[in-house]
Protein backbone atom coordinates (compact mmCIF):
# COMPACT_ATOMS: atom_id res chain seq x y z
CA UNK A 1 0.00 0.00 0.00
CA UNK A 2 1.14 3.50 -1.44
CA UNK A 3 1.96 6.30 1.63
CA UNK A 4 -0.59 8.89 1.33
CA UNK A 5 1.09 12.14 -0.26
CA UNK A 6 2.26 14.66 3.37
CA UNK A 7 0.57 18.33 2.91
CA UNK A 8 1.99 20.08 0.09
CA UNK A 9 2.43 23.63 -0.63
CA UNK A 10 -0.18 23.53 -2.25
CA UNK A 11 -2.75 21.10 0.03
CA UNK A 12 -1.74 22.83 3.17
CA UNK A 13 -4.08 26.15 2.61
CA UNK A 14 -6.94 23.77 1.14
CA UNK A 15 -7.16 22.21 4.48
CA UNK A 16 -7.11 24.99 6.51
CA UNK A 17 -10.30 26.55 4.30
CA UNK A 18 -11.92 22.80 4.80
CA UNK A 19 -10.97 23.47 8.52
CA UNK A 20 -13.36 25.67 9.32
CA UNK A 21 -16.27 24.49 6.90
CA UNK A 22 -16.02 20.49 8.53
CA UNK A 23 -15.98 22.33 12.34
CA UNK A 24 -19.51 23.84 11.27
CA UNK A 25 -20.82 20.74 9.35
CA UNK A 26 -21.08 18.77 12.28
CA UNK A 27 -19.61 15.41 13.40
CA UNK A 28 -20.66 13.74 10.38
CA UNK A 29 -18.20 15.42 8.16
CA UNK A 30 -15.37 13.17 6.22
CA UNK A 31 -12.36 15.30 6.80
CA UNK A 32 -10.85 15.37 3.35
CA UNK A 33 -7.94 14.28 2.07
CA UNK A 34 -5.78 16.66 1.23
CA UNK A 35 -3.82 15.94 -2.49
CA UNK A 36 -1.54 17.42 -4.78
CA UNK A 37 -2.01 19.00 -8.31
CA UNK A 38 0.62 18.78 -10.80
CA UNK A 39 0.18 20.04 -14.59
CA UNK A 40 -3.50 19.24 -14.99
CA UNK A 41 -3.52 16.20 -12.66
CA UNK A 42 -3.95 14.75 -9.12
CA UNK A 43 -0.82 12.11 -9.73
CA UNK A 44 -1.01 10.29 -6.64
CA UNK A 45 -3.88 8.17 -4.87
CA UNK A 46 -6.25 9.71 -2.78
CA UNK A 47 -6.27 6.79 -0.72
CA UNK A 48 -3.80 4.35 -1.18
CA UNK A 49 -6.11 1.61 -1.89
CA UNK A 50 -6.18 0.29 -5.73
CA UNK A 51 -9.18 1.62 -7.45
CA UNK A 52 -12.07 -1.11 -7.99
CA UNK A 53 -13.29 -1.13 -11.76
CA UNK A 54 -16.85 -2.67 -10.70
CA UNK A 55 -17.75 -0.75 -7.76
CA UNK A 56 -16.16 2.30 -9.80
CA UNK A 57 -18.99 1.52 -12.84
CA UNK A 58 -21.65 1.55 -9.76
CA UNK A 59 -20.86 4.52 -8.58
CA UNK A 60 -20.49 5.91 -11.45
CA UNK A 61 -24.35 4.77 -12.35
CA UNK A 62 -25.88 5.65 -9.10
CA UNK A 63 -27.87 8.39 -9.37
CA UNK A 64 -27.22 9.19 -5.44
CA UNK A 65 -23.43 8.85 -6.29
CA UNK A 66 -21.95 9.56 -9.66
CA UNK A 67 -24.96 9.50 -11.84
CA UNK A 68 -22.57 10.81 -14.32
CA UNK A 69 -25.24 9.71 -16.59
CA UNK A 70 -26.77 12.18 -16.32
CA UNK A 71 -24.64 14.57 -18.39
CA UNK A 72 -22.83 12.00 -20.28
CA UNK A 73 -23.06 8.79 -22.81
CA UNK A 74 -21.24 5.86 -21.22
CA UNK A 75 -20.75 2.21 -22.71
CA UNK A 76 -23.56 0.92 -20.35
CA UNK A 77 -26.14 -0.03 -22.89
CA UNK A 78 -28.17 -1.78 -20.29
CA UNK A 79 -28.96 1.78 -18.85
CA UNK A 80 -31.28 3.94 -20.47
CA UNK A 81 -31.17 7.42 -21.39
CA UNK A 82 -27.38 8.27 -21.50
CA UNK A 83 -26.98 12.61 -20.73
CA UNK A 84 -25.42 15.19 -23.61
CA UNK A 85 -24.53 17.74 -21.19
CA UNK A 86 -20.92 16.64 -21.20
CA UNK A 87 -18.70 14.37 -23.75
CA UNK A 88 -19.01 10.76 -24.43
CA UNK A 89 -16.90 9.12 -21.91
CA UNK A 90 -16.36 6.12 -23.93
CA UNK A 91 -13.01 6.35 -25.26
CA UNK A 92 -11.70 8.79 -22.10
CA UNK A 93 -9.46 6.27 -20.82
CA UNK A 94 -7.71 6.13 -24.23
CA UNK A 95 -6.63 10.13 -23.92
CA UNK A 96 -6.69 11.49 -20.42
CA UNK A 97 -3.92 9.66 -17.60
CA UNK A 98 -4.94 8.42 -14.45
CA UNK A 99 -4.12 11.76 -13.08
CA UNK A 100 -6.03 13.47 -15.06
CA UNK A 101 -9.41 11.59 -14.62
CA UNK A 102 -8.79 12.13 -10.84
CA UNK A 103 -8.29 16.23 -10.97
CA UNK A 104 -11.62 16.45 -13.38
CA UNK A 105 -13.46 14.39 -10.99
CA UNK A 106 -11.87 15.39 -7.77
CA UNK A 107 -12.28 19.59 -8.95
CA UNK A 108 -13.05 20.19 -12.57
CA UNK A 109 -13.56 23.76 -12.06
CA UNK A 110 -9.43 23.45 -11.43
CA UNK A 111 -9.37 22.76 -15.23
CA UNK A 112 -11.96 24.89 -16.45
CA UNK A 113 -13.96 27.48 -13.68
CA UNK A 114 -17.05 27.86 -16.14
CA UNK A 115 -17.73 23.66 -16.28
CA UNK A 116 -21.23 22.77 -15.23
CA UNK A 117 -19.13 19.38 -14.06
CA UNK A 118 -19.88 18.96 -9.91
CA UNK A 119 -16.67 18.74 -7.82
CA UNK A 120 -16.83 15.45 -6.44
CA UNK A 121 -14.80 15.78 -3.91
CA UNK A 122 -14.89 18.87 -2.57
CA UNK A 123 -16.55 20.70 0.00
CA UNK A 124 -15.24 24.14 0.26
CA UNK A 125 -16.78 26.98 -2.36
CA UNK A 126 -19.97 26.07 -2.43
CA UNK A 127 -22.83 28.37 -1.72
CA UNK A 128 -26.25 26.76 0.11
CA UNK A 129 -25.42 23.42 0.12
CA UNK A 130 -28.58 21.52 1.53
CA UNK A 131 -28.09 20.59 5.42
CA UNK A 132 -28.10 16.90 4.56
CA UNK A 133 -25.32 17.35 2.33
CA UNK A 134 -23.09 20.14 3.88
CA UNK A 135 -19.35 19.27 4.53
CA UNK A 136 -20.14 16.24 2.92
CA UNK A 137 -18.24 15.39 -0.90
CA UNK A 138 -20.72 13.79 -3.02
CA UNK A 139 -18.41 10.61 -3.28
CA UNK A 140 -15.61 9.63 -1.06
CA UNK A 141 -12.11 9.24 -1.49
CA UNK A 142 -12.30 5.62 -2.56
CA UNK A 143 -14.96 6.04 -4.75
CA UNK A 144 -13.16 8.56 -6.65
CA UNK A 145 -10.45 6.18 -6.92
CA UNK A 146 -12.73 3.36 -8.37
CA UNK A 147 -14.39 5.74 -10.31
CA UNK A 148 -10.97 6.28 -12.06
CA UNK A 149 -9.85 3.02 -12.13
CA UNK A 150 -13.43 1.70 -14.10
CA UNK A 151 -12.92 5.33 -16.19
CA UNK A 152 -9.38 3.57 -17.31
CA UNK A 153 -10.42 0.41 -18.66
CA UNK A 154 -13.03 2.88 -21.36
CA UNK A 155 -10.97 2.33 -24.16
CA UNK A 156 -13.14 3.07 -27.45
CA UNK A 157 -13.34 0.31 -29.78
CA UNK B 1 -2.10 20.90 -19.34
CA UNK B 2 -1.82 22.62 -22.50
CA UNK B 3 -3.44 19.48 -24.05
CA UNK B 4 -6.21 18.96 -21.96
CA UNK B 5 -7.35 22.55 -22.46
CA UNK B 6 -7.10 21.61 -26.02
CA UNK B 7 -9.45 18.99 -25.49
CA UNK B 8 -11.71 19.83 -23.49
CA UNK B 9 -12.44 22.81 -25.58
CA UNK B 10 -12.68 20.23 -28.18
CA UNK B 11 -15.47 18.41 -25.93
CA UNK B 12 -17.55 21.45 -25.56
CA UNK B 13 -17.74 21.75 -29.45
CA UNK B 14 -18.66 18.74 -29.90
CA UNK B 15 -21.76 19.00 -26.73
CA UNK B 16 -22.83 22.32 -28.20
CA UNK B 17 -22.76 20.91 -32.08
CA UNK B 18 -25.16 18.40 -29.88
CA UNK B 19 -27.63 20.93 -29.23
CA UNK B 20 -27.95 21.53 -32.71
CA UNK B 21 -29.30 18.57 -33.96
CA UNK B 22 -32.37 17.99 -31.50
CA UNK B 23 -35.44 17.21 -33.36
CA UNK B 24 -37.51 19.62 -32.02
CA UNK B 25 -35.21 22.39 -33.55
CA UNK B 26 -36.83 22.04 -36.85
CA UNK B 27 -39.90 22.12 -36.08
CA UNK B 28 -41.94 25.38 -36.54
CA UNK B 29 -43.47 26.44 -33.17
CA UNK B 30 -45.52 29.42 -34.09
CA UNK B 31 -45.50 31.40 -30.99
CA UNK B 32 -43.88 28.90 -28.63
CA UNK B 33 -40.92 30.34 -30.37
CA UNK B 34 -40.22 34.19 -30.11
CA UNK B 35 -36.42 34.49 -31.52
CA UNK B 36 -34.76 32.42 -29.15
CA UNK B 37 -36.75 31.97 -26.92
CA UNK B 38 -38.62 28.84 -26.15
CA UNK B 39 -41.59 28.10 -24.42
CA UNK B 40 -41.32 24.55 -22.31
CA UNK B 41 -43.47 23.47 -24.80
CA UNK B 42 -41.44 23.47 -27.81
CA UNK B 43 -39.41 20.69 -25.66
CA UNK B 44 -41.72 18.55 -24.51
CA UNK B 45 -42.90 14.98 -25.73
CA UNK B 46 -45.78 15.11 -28.20
CA UNK B 47 -48.05 13.15 -25.97
CA UNK B 48 -47.65 16.18 -23.44
CA UNK B 49 -47.86 18.49 -25.35
CA UNK B 50 -51.76 17.08 -26.81
CA UNK B 51 -52.36 16.96 -23.36
CA UNK B 52 -52.34 20.73 -22.73
CA UNK B 53 -53.50 21.55 -26.54
CA UNK B 54 -56.89 19.37 -26.12
CA UNK B 55 -59.01 21.49 -22.97
CA UNK B 56 -60.63 19.19 -21.78
CA UNK B 57 -57.55 15.95 -21.29
CA UNK B 58 -55.63 19.26 -19.43
CA UNK B 59 -56.43 18.06 -15.69
CA UNK B 60 -55.57 21.91 -14.89
CA UNK B 61 -59.13 22.68 -16.23
CA UNK B 62 -61.14 20.72 -13.03
CA UNK B 63 -59.27 22.62 -10.86
CA UNK B 64 -59.96 25.84 -12.61
CA UNK B 65 -63.44 24.56 -12.49
CA UNK B 66 -63.71 24.79 -8.78
CA UNK B 67 -61.78 28.24 -8.57
CA UNK B 68 -64.54 29.82 -10.69
CA UNK B 69 -67.08 28.43 -8.00
CA UNK B 70 -64.61 30.06 -5.34
CA UNK B 71 -64.81 33.05 -7.47
CA UNK B 72 -68.66 33.98 -6.71
CA UNK B 73 -68.39 32.67 -3.24
CA UNK B 74 -68.46 34.90 -0.41
CA UNK B 75 -66.11 34.19 2.28
CA UNK B 76 -64.53 36.05 5.17
CA UNK B 77 -65.71 38.52 7.71
CA UNK B 78 -66.83 40.71 5.20
CA UNK B 79 -69.23 38.48 3.41
CA UNK B 80 -67.92 39.44 -0.16
CA UNK B 81 -67.09 37.27 -3.01
CA UNK B 82 -64.40 37.84 -5.91
CA UNK B 83 -67.02 38.32 -7.94
CA UNK B 84 -68.68 41.44 -6.00
CA UNK B 85 -65.47 43.74 -6.45
CA UNK B 86 -64.17 42.45 -10.10
CA UNK B 87 -67.11 41.22 -11.39
CA UNK B 88 -66.86 38.76 -14.54
CA UNK B 89 -63.35 36.71 -14.11
CA UNK B 90 -62.46 37.63 -17.53
CA UNK B 91 -62.74 41.30 -16.74
CA UNK B 92 -59.09 40.27 -15.49
CA UNK B 93 -57.93 39.35 -19.14
CA UNK B 94 -53.91 40.68 -19.47
CA UNK B 95 -53.32 41.08 -15.83
CA UNK B 96 -51.33 37.88 -15.27
CA UNK B 97 -49.20 38.22 -18.08
CA UNK B 98 -47.74 41.75 -15.86
CA UNK B 99 -46.71 39.83 -12.66
CA UNK B 100 -45.05 40.20 -10.35
CA UNK B 101 -45.87 43.73 -9.80
CA UNK B 102 -44.26 46.38 -7.57
CA UNK B 103 -46.71 46.63 -4.78
CA UNK B 104 -46.67 50.25 -2.92
CA UNK B 105 -47.66 49.15 0.48
CA UNK B 106 -45.33 46.68 0.53
CA UNK B 107 -42.43 48.57 -0.95
CA UNK B 108 -41.41 44.95 -2.87
CA UNK B 109 -42.62 42.85 -5.82
CA UNK B 110 -46.28 41.27 -5.47
CA UNK B 111 -47.75 37.63 -7.27
CA UNK B 112 -50.12 36.23 -8.64
CA UNK B 113 -50.47 34.37 -5.47
CA UNK B 114 -49.82 37.12 -3.04
CA UNK B 115 -52.37 39.55 -4.56
CA UNK B 116 -55.32 36.78 -3.99
CA UNK B 117 -54.42 36.84 -0.34
CA UNK B 118 -54.10 40.41 0.01
CA UNK B 119 -57.83 40.80 -1.49
CA UNK B 120 -59.12 37.98 0.95
CA UNK B 121 -57.50 39.17 3.82
CA UNK B 122 -57.59 43.01 3.40
CA UNK B 123 -60.88 42.99 1.05
CA UNK B 124 -63.15 40.29 2.26
CA UNK B 125 -61.48 39.98 5.84
CA UNK B 126 -61.13 35.96 5.12
CA UNK B 127 -58.49 33.92 6.10
CA UNK B 128 -55.35 33.46 3.70
CA UNK B 129 -54.69 30.63 1.48
CA UNK B 130 -51.70 28.57 1.80
CA UNK B 131 -49.46 28.72 -1.54
CA UNK B 132 -50.04 25.04 -2.61
CA UNK B 133 -53.51 24.69 -1.53
CA UNK B 134 -56.01 23.69 -4.47
CA UNK B 135 -57.76 26.49 -3.89
CA UNK B 136 -55.00 29.16 -4.22
CA UNK B 137 -53.46 27.09 -7.48
CA UNK B 138 -56.66 26.81 -9.31
CA UNK B 139 -57.53 30.62 -8.49
CA UNK B 140 -54.26 31.62 -9.19
CA UNK B 141 -54.18 29.49 -12.75
CA UNK B 142 -57.81 31.16 -13.20
CA UNK B 143 -56.52 34.72 -12.86
CA UNK B 144 -53.92 33.71 -15.57
CA UNK B 145 -55.55 31.75 -18.08
CA UNK B 146 -57.79 34.79 -18.43
CA UNK B 147 -54.17 36.19 -20.48
CA UNK B 148 -53.58 32.79 -22.20
CA UNK B 149 -52.26 33.17 -25.87
CA UNK B 150 -50.81 36.87 -24.31
CA UNK B 151 -47.62 37.67 -24.48
CA UNK B 152 -45.88 37.74 -21.39
CA UNK B 153 -44.95 41.45 -20.26
CA UNK B 154 -43.37 42.13 -17.60
CA UNK B 155 -42.07 45.26 -16.28
CA UNK B 156 -38.62 45.64 -14.65
CA UNK B 157 -38.50 49.71 -15.02
CA UNK B 158 -38.73 52.51 -12.35
CA UNK B 159 -38.94 50.60 -8.44
CA UNK B 160 -39.01 46.91 -9.96
CA UNK B 161 -35.32 47.13 -10.75
CA UNK B 162 -34.40 46.83 -7.70
CA UNK B 163 -35.84 43.38 -7.24
CA UNK B 164 -34.69 42.54 -10.75
CA UNK B 165 -31.35 42.83 -10.49
CA UNK B 166 -31.65 40.84 -7.18
CA UNK B 167 -33.63 38.11 -9.20
CA UNK B 168 -30.75 38.35 -12.19
CA UNK B 169 -28.16 37.55 -9.74
CA UNK B 170 -30.09 34.63 -8.31
CA UNK B 171 -30.28 32.75 -11.20
CA UNK B 172 -26.99 33.16 -12.14
CA UNK B 173 -25.57 31.91 -8.61
CA UNK B 174 -23.96 28.87 -8.21
CA UNK B 175 -25.76 26.89 -5.29
CA UNK B 176 -25.68 23.18 -3.41
CA UNK B 177 -23.43 20.66 -3.63
CA UNK B 178 -23.73 19.79 -7.64
CA UNK B 179 -23.15 23.70 -7.95
CA UNK B 180 -24.82 24.64 -9.98
CA UNK B 181 -26.57 28.09 -11.29
CA UNK B 182 -30.01 28.09 -12.90
CA UNK B 183 -28.07 29.62 -15.67
CA UNK B 184 -25.92 26.60 -16.60
CA UNK B 185 -28.74 24.52 -16.83
CA UNK B 186 -31.40 26.74 -18.64
CA UNK B 187 -28.99 28.71 -20.62
CA UNK B 188 -25.66 26.74 -21.48
CA UNK B 189 -27.68 23.52 -21.76
CA UNK B 190 -30.86 23.83 -23.22
CA UNK B 191 -32.00 21.89 -25.58
CA UNK B 192 -29.72 18.91 -24.51
CA UNK B 193 -30.16 15.78 -22.87
CA UNK B 194 -29.80 15.73 -18.63
CA UNK B 195 -31.00 11.76 -18.72
CA UNK B 196 -34.31 11.31 -19.52
CA UNK B 197 -34.95 15.04 -19.10
CA UNK B 198 -34.65 17.08 -22.03
CA UNK B 199 -33.06 20.78 -20.54
CA UNK B 200 -35.72 23.45 -21.60
CA UNK B 201 -34.83 26.87 -20.86
CA UNK B 202 -36.90 26.77 -17.81
CA UNK B 203 -39.77 29.69 -18.82
CA UNK B 204 -42.46 30.46 -16.28
CA UNK B 205 -44.75 31.17 -18.55
CA UNK B 206 -47.38 27.69 -17.91
CA UNK B 207 -47.64 28.00 -14.32
CA UNK B 208 -49.38 26.84 -11.78
CA UNK B 209 -48.78 23.56 -14.39
CA UNK B 210 -49.86 20.55 -14.24
CA UNK B 211 -47.37 18.08 -14.20
CA UNK B 212 -47.27 13.96 -15.03
CA UNK B 213 -44.49 13.42 -12.26
CA UNK B 214 -46.48 15.71 -9.74
CA UNK B 215 -49.85 14.36 -10.81
CA UNK B 216 -50.88 17.54 -9.88
CA UNK B 217 -51.27 21.04 -10.68
CA UNK B 218 -48.25 22.85 -8.78
CA UNK B 219 -47.08 26.42 -8.33
CA UNK B 220 -44.00 27.67 -9.66
CA UNK B 221 -42.44 28.04 -6.72
CA UNK B 222 -43.06 24.61 -6.31
CA UNK B 223 -40.79 23.97 -9.66
CA UNK B 224 -38.65 26.18 -8.32
CA UNK B 225 -37.98 24.47 -5.01
CA UNK B 226 -37.49 21.39 -7.10
CA UNK B 227 -34.81 22.96 -9.19
CA UNK B 228 -32.94 23.32 -6.29
CA UNK B 229 -33.34 20.55 -4.43
CA UNK B 230 -31.56 18.56 -7.67
CA UNK B 231 -28.58 20.21 -7.21
CA UNK B 232 -28.61 19.82 -3.54
CA UNK B 233 -29.09 22.75 -2.60
CA UNK B 234 -31.19 24.40 0.42
CA UNK B 235 -34.65 25.20 -1.29
CA UNK B 236 -36.26 28.92 0.03
CA UNK B 237 -39.58 29.09 1.01
CA UNK B 238 -42.92 29.66 -1.65
CA UNK B 239 -43.32 33.22 -1.71
CA UNK B 240 -40.57 34.67 -0.32
CA UNK B 241 -39.01 37.25 -1.56
CA UNK B 242 -35.85 35.00 -3.33
CA UNK B 243 -38.69 33.32 -4.83
CA UNK B 244 -40.72 36.52 -5.91
CA UNK B 245 -37.57 38.18 -6.85
CA UNK B 246 -36.56 35.06 -9.24
CA UNK B 247 -39.51 34.88 -10.65
CA UNK B 248 -39.53 38.45 -12.00
CA UNK B 249 -36.48 37.70 -13.52
CA UNK B 250 -37.37 34.34 -15.06
CA UNK B 251 -41.07 36.07 -16.23
CA UNK B 252 -39.03 39.16 -18.02
CA UNK B 253 -36.80 36.38 -19.65
CA UNK B 254 -40.18 35.00 -20.94
CA UNK B 255 -41.35 38.15 -21.88
CA UNK B 256 -43.14 37.65 -25.19
CA UNK B 257 -44.03 34.16 -24.97
CA UNK B 258 -47.62 33.18 -24.70
CA UNK B 259 -48.95 32.84 -21.33
CA UNK B 260 -50.11 28.91 -21.31
CA UNK B 261 -51.73 28.52 -17.80
CA UNK B 262 -52.61 25.91 -16.96
CA UNK B 263 -49.57 24.24 -19.04
CA UNK B 264 -49.12 20.46 -19.21
CA UNK B 265 -45.42 19.70 -18.89
CA UNK B 266 -43.53 16.52 -17.91
Not at chain 1, 24 to 51: F, Q, R
Not at chain 1, 125 to 150: C, M, N, S, W
Request: glycine share 10%; charged share 20%.
Amino acid sequence: MRKRPLLTAVALPLALVLAPALGAGGAAAEELVAYEVVEGAIPASLTGVPGDPEAGKAAAVHRQKGNCLACHAMPIPDQPFHGEVGPDLSAVGSYLSEGELRLRLVDSKKINPETSMPGFYKVEGLHRVAEKFRGKPILTAQEVEDVVAYLLTLKGN
Amino acid sequence: MRRIGIVLAAAGLISVAGAGVAYTDSIDWGTYQVGDKRSGYTYAQPETRAMQDDDFENPGFLLMDQAATLWETPDGAAGKACVGCHGDVESLAGVGATYPVYFEPWGKMMTVEQRINQCRTEGMKADPWKWESDEMLGMTALVKHQSRGMPVNVSIDGPAKPFYEKGEAFYYERRGQLDLACANCHMDNAGLQLRANTLSQGMPNGFPTYRLKWQKVGSLHRRLRGCNDQVRAEPYERGSDEYVNLELFIMHRANGLPVETPAVRN
